[in-house]
């Protein structure tokens, strides 16, 4: 599904590059999501480079993620209970840095929004949280 034109396909590479970084970012910085970012990473890379869209599903983190929302949109408690603690970080630290009540509360009103579409998502069917990856040996999967 790459696109004909060299060009294109570079913008598309550029796309997913600077979606990884922000992905990353992401990790570390409040507010700023991560997994929208590797999904549209990995969108922009099956259109531009087999090779990266290969590396970013068999990857150790993104890949998991990957495989859930491939899988019936889903995404982990795990996954959700980050987004929520971030989101609330970041209006936390809104509401008292930023001066404008017109700028913090539609802000606020949006998270308010993605988070409940976020909770609303199911989760993996079979109780495994792949966003952590299993380490050698052991099993994510429920005890019996």
Sequence with gaps: MTPRKSWVRALYLVLAIVSIGVAIAGVFLPGLPSTEFVLLASW???RSSPRLHRWLHEHKWFGPMLHNWNNGRRIARRSKYMATVSMTVCAVVMVYTIPHAWVVW????????VLAWLWRRPEPADGRDLATPAVAGFSNAPRS
């Design 106 to 113: 539609p802000a606020c009103a949006c998270m308010a929004v």
């Design 44 to 46: 922009a890379a099956a």
